[in-house]
């Protein structure tokens, strides 16, 4: 779709969430000070002071490393729905099934409303030691030499991009798609080669490379061809997800950097 851009050049700040995840939410770089990032608004109070809606859906735990006292104490999304509230067995990492989260935020973004919807929706089966219906459920990372973990991945790939495929579909078939800003991406890739460092310690290609694609509002493409034209043109470039918040801000216009 004309609408849409895929960013082949992306790659992340860093090779751990703990590090990637922070930059990509507030645009602050990963080299940042500790100080910068607690002055940093998280994109979703952007988002809210611009009378959005705002909801946060993950499978993944926001217990971990402090990830809810940074995210969440402080002026969180209006919904909030990580691993905690889909209560039941676990199948990858301690995370439900990710369709379980998809509902949830499809249900978030069709509901009847006179504000605009804003949302951040992450997904679990992709990340090691991946996991898909029909595969044993791991609910711990000490599970994982049980596995297959090179066999697994592939079907958990299908998996998310099914998922995303019908999200997209609902959407559009609402009538919500074409006016929906889309950013799909990752917060780090997964290493292939077994005998070297490990992913959170590697500057691999394969690690740090992830997937960017970029869709604009009908309306402000149209108001904004130059935008189209220039996302195009990066489309081959080297970019970065801690693009994604200046991005953001551009397109609010209420960039200044």
Known sequence: HESWVTLEGTV????????????????????????????APVIWQEAKARGYRTGLFSPQNFHWLHFDEFFLSDHPPDVVRTSVDFPGSPVNDGGPPDERVVASALEFMTAPSSEPFFAVLQFNATH?????????????????????????????LRYVSELLAGLFRDLEAKGILDETFVVMTADHGAGTVVIRVSRIESNYEDVLRVPMAVHLPASFARENPSALVALRA?????????????????VWGSWTG
């Open 12 to 39: 992340s700040g860093g090779s751990a969430t703990d590090i990637s995840v922070p930059s990509m939410l507030t645009g602050i770089a990963t080299t940042a000070s500790i100080a910068d990032y607690r002055r």
């Open 234 to 250: 990066n489309a081959a470039k080297r970019t970065s997800n801690s693009d994604i918040v200046p991005t953001l801000l551009d």
């Open 128 to 156: 090691f030691p991946y996991w898909a219906p029909g595969l044993e459920a791991i609910e711990g990372i000490n599970d994982i030499f049980k596995n297959d973990r090179l066999g697994r991945r592939p079907r958990s």
